[in-house]
């Protein structure tokens, strides 16, 4: 397709329209959806980054501001930055009542409008995941530009290396063998990593690793951008500290990997919205209801009608 080239107009048309915009950025289909993932995440940044309210903040790949809602509120300003300026238009209006909030709008993948060394903290969520190895590796060394020596990195990537991350992946993989070998590949197709790469990638645009998590489909890394006399040692005991809250719960993952289950037609979506009536298995269950929801609502069709 013509107007999908490039990452911009490929994001630009994902985020048509408002509710477009937020089913790219997570599969929310609503507000309410939104702010349960998008809390759910905070929760995680917040953790990784040891937020503190004079901390300058800058988030790459914003979208609609589904976590930066939540994290603008704690910090002393927050940038959000994204290549889509309709994923943009949509968080501006979402983050109009916090006076402490700028944008940029990306005009390629890298961050030259922003300055070297003006940020305490920065993070990436689901971004990396959609874009060639080069690009990512690229981000890293302008994100450690962008960041104070001693400055805090966290982000994600999908992780071939885990079970689930696996079966994410060969959803992928069975869509590619049945597509048309002349079409072009999709240029914010899913893109999977594995604990290694990250490492190295890391290490090679001028961070120190303090935590890698990678026992669920993401590999989640807290890095420190070097250059700063900042004791690497407390760093990582702080960041082993918080790795629970950081993580991805197990159950997270089991649910994660239903949901892969009910899409490839191994699970009866009835079946996993019986097991997401019980909100006492944990904190994870009224998000991934509504979550389940709005996918299963999208894939009428093929599921049969939604339950609500
Ligand atoms: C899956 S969404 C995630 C949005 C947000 N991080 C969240 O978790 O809600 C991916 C976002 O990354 C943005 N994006 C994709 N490629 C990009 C690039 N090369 N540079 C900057 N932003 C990009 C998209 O426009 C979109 O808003």
Known sequence: MESQKNYKNFWNEKAA????AFIAVDGSTNEETARLTGAYSAHQVSAALDLQPGDRVLELGCGVGRIGHEIAPRVAHWEGTDISSNMIDV????LKAHANVGFTELARSDLQPLADGSFD??????VFIHMDKEDFYLYLEDLARVLKPGGLLYFDVWNMASAVGWRRYAF????????DPAARKDVARNQFSCPEEVRIFLDRAGFDLTLLLSDS????????RRG??????ALRNYADSVSARVAYSPLWTELFDAIINVATGKLAPEVLWKDLADDSRGEEIPMFREWFLGLWKGNEQTWGKAPR
């Open 121 to 126: 903290k920065a993070y990436c969520v689901a």
């Open 228 to 233: 700063s006399s900042a004791d690497l040692e």
């Open 91 to 94: 968080a501006r209006d979402r």
């Open 172 to 179: 992928e993989i069975e869509q590619h063998r049945v597509s």
């Open 17 to 20: 329209t408002p509710t477009s």
């Open 217 to 224: 489909p993401w590999v989640q890394a807290i890095a420190v």
